[in-house]
């Protein structure tokens, strides 16, 4: 049976099961008891403890009985209570009590002697049993032990042993060059005593020794910022060793939050054997980080292979790089075995508990990896051994699963560190500091997608024309066509380099299929696509082009960034167009319209005449809008004019359905909506087709409202109605002008709506437009109210009620669905909507009331929960004008749990 005090307090029983003492007190006294182990404890005093001073005059009774309940549960023979004298005594072997066994340890180490500084050496026997010691610590000593007072009593040598014991150990780590095994808990001892100037000189030191530099000057400036006075001798001399050891790294940039995990993965990889993979897009400094953190953290011990995964000649043989290593590790060539299996076996048991570094760089796959991977140490091993550090473009997740692999994914520069490596290129003459400079230089790093390759080719090239502005540079990378030139060098034996060159690399090492997809992709205009799109743009079924966009994600060509749904950079998109630019034009087209056509059909059940259509969700035309709007101008572009009007009009009903939220596609600048409906009317033109051109002319009319501009809203309105007459289609008719109507009542221009509202009522009275006799009538009332005129409105909402309910009876009208009313009941419960507002602006209280409850009842009646919550909306603005608050709030409270349900 063990008991562990360092931490919440647990006794474990040799099965592991736990058996701690459920009664405070009980946990009290084994806790006082355990901490002095083989000491004799008197009663006295473990009263005072157990009771925390305020005993009862019981108290020696419970005492006798707690200790008696206790020797009944330590049913181990290793732990024996007995009385000695006037007391109690816990006897048991050391290794039994945590807190005991690590004062031996601590002692052992010589932690307690007082020339233990002077005894620190490269070779330091302490570490492994400081280590040792450290590691049995859990959390707070004594936690939920029962007694305060013992925890006062015991935690204050406890923790000052406990950080001498942290002091100790990064001396001897420092020593030996693996400070940085310490960082993390240097840094939460360093913070929660911030007084003790020795603890803050070795996290000073551990974070310089870990190639942290930046982050080991603020902490020594932070530290002896809060000094009341000088630093003392040890603060002192890791400030100085910082001073020297600190040296400009000169093309090296940022990467704090990277390098730190480095660190810590670095830690578990060497007890693990556990390879760190970092992985990312090419370009993105793979191979810099790896070799800048090697050169701080391993300055000679390091085997370096170049593995040529994305090598236009193909990869290298794990059985070549493994004779290299091996004459690396002082075989002699002669002597190098002959077959693959003999080479990693020589090459393991020479890596047997090295300190030393593999840095295995463009990396292919994992069978090419394997072999060249270190042995994983025993269970029992607590030895540091070599640390393998894997970088590919591919994310390699055979090797997370066969191997575990502690994962560092690399992505592009933050924005301030991309603009400090272009900066370089400006050379002294040139500040950055300038506003007009730096904001070309913040541009020109989005335009190298913050890729750390393409940002060093600009900066090269900025350093080369001393007459360049960054923005004379950023207008050549913003070329369509030859922007991805601007970012490519000569290079040397394994061919040119560049941002093209790296991802033709990329490219070359895909399967057939997923390299056609790829350059299919570069057709679509999006910056984001879902799978089912990929499917239509490359004739597969979406399982397939699941499987080929989960392999392009693989190599960094695209990103999931939800499931289903990939994104990529916009160099990466260059670099697809310029491949698709290479497709025959049969291909091509065939793309393009199975794209058109996708969109055609997603956008159908959205594109209903007179408001009939539904709604998509507004992040999904959040998302779409920039590539259905670049699919409209491609259609337009390469003569698909009946598509292009088609989706240009389903795009425009759909910037009007979100014209009134400033934050939707149709609430924002207005231009992609005009530059879309332009395109539609083009097309319309080109196809002759008049009832195209009357559905663009009455979207350009409609975004002309929104804009304010309302002699050019209705002059195309004028077009429109005269293009829907010349169709012959007087119900398009209507709706065109309809549409115009309703867009001018919801900018506020009433008088302007009220002509075509009247004009509307009186079209609809004919057979042939007599079902829209009832939506007219409502409008026109609705607006007839908010103008002053509430006799009026009342007359046209009476006739809308009467007319609707007739027809309701009569069962003419069909329509509607499974969760949506009949049109002309829904058209009921509006008009009555008319009616009760009309009656309230006549003073008619009571009365509109009595109205406002009708219509929610046939609300309920209809199915439809929009209807619905807006007429427990009007029930509501109605009782509390009236000043019955209480039924107005239940009313609302109905509208908000419909209009919940709804969404």
Not at 24 to 33: E, H, I, S
Request: net charge neutral; charged share 25%; hydrophobic share 45%.
């Amino acid at each position: 049976m063990d008991i562990e005090l360092l931490g919440p307090m647990v006794v474990r029983r040799e099965d592991g099961t736990v058996a701690t003492p459920s009664a405070p007190k009980r946990r009290a006294l084994l806790g006082a008891l355990a901490a002095r182990l083989n000491q004799p404890v008197g009663a006295e005093e473990l009263i005072e403890l157990v009771w925390e001073g305020a005993a009862p005059p019981t108290a020696r009774a419970a005492l006798q009985g707690h200790v008696a309940a206790l020797r009944q549960q330590l049913d181990d023979p290793g732990l024996v209570l007995g009385t000695r004298g006037g007391g109690y005594v816990l006897e048991g072997d050391a290794d039994r009590v945590d807190l005991v066994r690590f004062s031996t340890l601590c002692d052992r180490a010589g932690l307690l002697s007082p020339d233990a500084a002077a005894r620190v050496g490269t070779d330091d026997p302490a570490v492994p049993l400081l280590r040792a010691a450290l590691d049995l610590w859990r959390g707070p000593a004594l936690a939920d032990c029962g007694s305060a007072l013992l925890r006062e009593r015991t935690l204050p040598f406890l923790t000052d042993l406990r950080l001498c014991a942290l002091n100790r150990l990064a001396q001897g780590l420092v020593l030996a060059g693996r400070g940085g095994e310490l960082v993390t808990e240097l840094t939460e001892a360093a913070d929660a005593h911030p007084g003790r100037q020795p603890l803050a000189a070795r996290l000073v030191e551990c974070l310089e020794q870990a190639g942290r530099g930046l982050e080991a000057r603020e902490r020594y400036e932070r530290t002896v910022a809060r000094l009341s006075g000088p630093p003392g001798p040890e603060l002192r001399r890791a400030g100085e060793q910082l001073a020297r050891h600190t040296p400009p790294d000169r093309r090296f940039v940022g990467r704090a939050a990277e390098l730190a995990r480095l660190h810590e993965a670095l830690a578990v990889a060497a007890r693990t054997a556990r390879p760190i993979l970092v992985t990312g897009p090419a370009g993105v400094g793979k191979t810099g980080l790896v070799q800048h953190w090697a050169a701080q953290r391993f300055p000679e011990s390091v085997l370096h292979a170049d593995l040529r995964g994305s090598d236009p000649a193909g990869p290298r043989r794990p059985a070549d790089v493994l004779a290299g290593f091996l004459t690396d590790l002082g075989v002699a060539p002669e002597a190098v075995p002959a077959g693959l299996e003999e080479r990693a076996a020589r090459y393991r048991a020479l890596l047997a508990d090295r300190r030393i570094l593999i840095l295995l760089d463009d990396a292919a796959s994992y069978r090419q990896l394997a072999p060249l991977l270190p042995d994983r140490p025993a269970p029992t091993s607590t030895a540091l051994g070599p640390v393998a550090v894997v970088t590919s473009r591919d994310r390699l997740r055979e090797v997370l699963l066969h191997e575990d692999a502690l994962v560092l994914p690399l992505g592009p520069l933050d924005a301030e560190d991309a603009r400090d490596l272009l900066a370089r290129g400006l050379g002294p003459d040139r500040p950055a500091t300038d506003p007009e400079t730096a904001a070309e230089l913040a541009e020109l790093a989005e335009r190298c997608d913050r890729l750390p390759l393409a940002l060093r080719l600009a900066s090269a090239r900025l350093a080369a024309r001393p007459d360049w502005s960054p923005g004379d540079l950023g207008a050549e990378l913003a070329d369509e066509q030859t922007g991805l030139a601007a970012l490519a060098g000569v290079g040397a034996a394994r061919g040119p380099v560049g941002v093209g060159a790296a991802l033709d690399r990329t490219y070359r090492t895909l399967p057939p299929a997923a390299a056609r997809l790829f350059t299919l992709l570069g057709l679509y205009p999006g910056a984001e696509i879902d799978t089912a799109t990929a499917a239509a743009l490359a004739d597969l079924r979406p399982a397939a082009a699941r499987t080929l966009l989960t392999a392009l994600d693989a190599v960094h060509l695209l990103a999931e960034t939800t499931p289903g749904r990939y994104t990529r950079r916009e160099l990466v998109r260059r670099y697809a167009a310029g491949q698709a630019a290479a497709l025959q034009c049969e291909e091509r087209f065939g793309a393009l319209d199975r794209l058109i056509a996708h969109y055609l059909e997603l956008t159908a059940p959205w594109a209903g005449e007179g408001g009939e259509g539904g709604r998509p969700p507004a992040a999904w035309f959040r998302r779409e809008e920039s590539a259905l709007r670049a699919v409209v101008l491609c259609a337009e572009q390469y003569g698909r004019t009946r598509a292009a009007w088609q989706l240009a009009h389903r795009m425009s009903l759909l910037y009007e359905r979100s014209a009134e939220h400033p934050d939707e596609p149709g609430g924002r600048d207005r231009t992609h909506w005009r530059t879309v409906a332009e395109i539609g009317l083009r097309a319309a033109h080109a196809d002759r087709d008049d009832a195209a051109l009357a559905r663009l002319g009455t979207d350009l009319a409609v975004l002309h409202v929104h804009r304010a501009a309302h002699r050019t809203a209705l002059e195309h309105l004028d077009g429109a109605a005269a293009a829907a007459d010349r169709a012959g289609d007087a119900l398009l008719r209507h709706h065109c002008r309809s549409r115009v109507a309703a867009a001018l009542v919801r900018a506020g221009q009433y008088d302007r709506a009220l002509p075509l509202l009247t004009d509307l009522v009186a079209a609809a009275r004919t057979p042939a437009t007599g079902h829209l006799l009832v939506r007219a009538l409502t409008d026109l009332a609705e607006v007839l109210v908010l103008v002053g005129s509430p006799e009026r409105a009342l007359a046209h909402a009476d006739e809308a009620v009467r007319t609707a309910t007739a027809r309701s009876a009569d069962g003419r009208p069909d329509g509607g669905g499974p969760d949506r009313g009949r049109p002309d009941e829904v058209e009921t419960v509006l008009a009555t909507h008319s009616r009760a507002r009309a009656l309230h602006a006549l003073g008619r209280r009571e009365a509109a009331l009595s109205s406002a409850r009708l219509a929610v009842a046939l609300g309920r009646t209809v199915g439809d929960a929009t209807v619905e919550a807006r007429s427990h909306g009007l029930l509501a603005d109605l009782l509390f004008e009236l000043g019955r608050s209480v039924e107005g709030a239940e009313a609302r409270r109905r509208e908000a749990a419909l209009v919940a349900g709804e969404r």
